[in-house]
């Protein structure tokens, strides 16, 4: 598929703008004074309700939902799902994250930790995280960000949502085939949802 298919193009924005928005909705509770942003942010997103919600399993317990596993970051401490069938790639020596593959290894879920070494406010991340993107979706509510995508002239999607802090930036980000965008869209969706930033006020 081309990118530049005016009814491709259409179809696909509409579609990947309504799950973006989805998981931006959420963000939009934590907006407010920076510093009650923040606050809101670190607690965790929860759906409002106009966004999907995710599975009922999906709880700030710290409960998975079916056919996901939940993996928590011991140096920036946030927490993320990932899906059951993925395999978990070699982490990191510096521990700051870790990735999982699809099992025809073209679909990326990864989940990492910063320190925000530049002093990032969100708008800058968000110009930093969309320069390597034909980006279709920009969106900063408080603290949080999310950008998405396409790279690749147009082969790949991108999804990612970063948690910024004057210490260190928590992202969840996918990177899935642009052919297979309906395949991945619940998938997105419930790992956006479900994503706890740890502390981001200091340093790790």
Known sequence: ??????????????SFCVLLTSCSAVSHSSAGPPAAGLRSA????????????PPSSVS???????????????????????PSFFTPEAPPADGDGQAW???????????????????????????ADARSLFVVYTNVSGNVVTVSG?????????YQRDVIGPGAIDTIRW?????????WDAAVTVTALAFQPGDVTSAH
């Open 1 to 14: 598929m081309k990118v530049g298919s005016g009814g491709y193009r259409f179809l696909f924005v509409w």
């Open 175 to 183: 990177s899935y085939p642009a052919d297979q965008k309906a395949r």
């Open 101 to 127: 593959a699809s099992p025809d290894g073209r679909v990326l879920l990864s989940a990492y930790g910063t320190n925000n070494i530049f002093s990032y406010s969100p708008r800058q991340d968000e110009a």
């Open 42 to 53: 670190q607690a965790g997103p929860g759906p409002s309700p106009d966004s999907p919600s």
């Open 150 to 158: 396409y790279k690749d002239n147009g082969r790949t999607i991108v």
């Open 60 to 82: 700030s317990r710290g409960s998975t939902a079916p056919g996901y596993d939940k993996y928590t970051n011991p140096r920036y401490g946030f927490t993320a799902l990932w």
